[in-house]
């Protein structure tokens, strides 16, 4: 049942307010408290139920789109397998060119070792006869000998010629001797002292002279030729460390 209020007015003109009955049918809740939780519980149900399906929805959206870039990615594995397979193959076949190729470098590599080890032998000689254009007559060579013998390892004997000075210990990579005639013995000792100051040979000395009867003075002498004759000269390094491996037992010659 419910009630109005209705506004009335009183015989000297004031306002009055009652409540007007209105009839209705009464509201009685017969249901036990269990319907009412079950229906609570219900609705609650149902909308777990539709968080579930959007939540299914969501994820299987997110699978198709990571299954296509899966997808994908796995497309463009496939092609580089099959590049790498191709480039493989002529990797392959290209193989004898570049074992050939190796061969050839590594045989430059020797010739360039080989001939920067090479002694300059035509200049040594040509240095050997400049020593002697001293004076009127030029000193005259009956024979020269040269027998190189390379570039000595560490422990060898650094310089195996003949030296008349045995205190001072150089690197030699060959022995020269020769037979000359000179006009006098004042022209003997020039040739000696020029050959002293060349950078080519170590230790040059004469070994014996004979005086004619011209006074032409002949003479045989020995000079061990040093690596400046080399066509690439030894680094200093390279030279101590053949002088540090010396012994010192290596005599006169080092």
């Known amino acids: 049942m419910t009630t109005t209020r209705k506004k009335l007015f009183d015989r000297g003109g004031s306002e009055q307010s009652r409540i007007a009955f209105v009839p209705s049918l009464a509201r009685v809740n017969l249901l036990p408290a ?33 299954g296509s870039a899966i997808r994908q990615a796995q497309e463009r594995l496939t092609l580089a397998q099959d590049e790498n397979e191709i480039l493989q193959a002529q990797i392959a076949r290209l193989s004898p060119i570049n074992q050939v190729f190796e061969q050839i470098r590594t045989q430059q590599a020797i ?9 300059r032998a035509a200049d040594v000689i040509a240095t050997l006869i400049d020593a002697g254009q001293t004076g009127g007559t030029p000193v005259r060579m009956s024979s020269i000998s040269v027998e190189y013998r390379g570039i000595p390892s560490p422990g060898d004997l650094p310089n195996p010629c003949p030296n008349p000075n045995p205190f001072r210990s150089q690197v030699a990579i060959g022995c020269l001797t020769f037979t000359a005639t000179a006009q006098d013995r004042a022209q003997v000792s020039q040739f000696l002292l020029a050959l002293e100051a060349d950078p080519f040979f170590i230790g040059p000395y004469v070994t014996t002279t004979t005086v004619g009867g011209d006074e032409a003075v002949s003479f045989n002498g020995t000079a061990a030729v040093s690596t400046d004759a080399l066509v690439t000269p030894l680094s200093q390094e390279r030279i101590a460390e053949i002088l540090q491996a010396a012994t010192p037992t290596d005599g006169g010659g080092a």
């Open 34 to 66: 269990s319907v009412g939780e079950s229906i609570a519980l219900t609705k609650v149900r149902r909308l777990l139920v539709i968080l579930i399906a959007l939540l299914v929805v969501a994820g299987l959206g997110l699978w198709l789109l990571q």
């Open 111 to 119: 010739v360039e070792l080989t001939l920067a080890a090479q002694p």
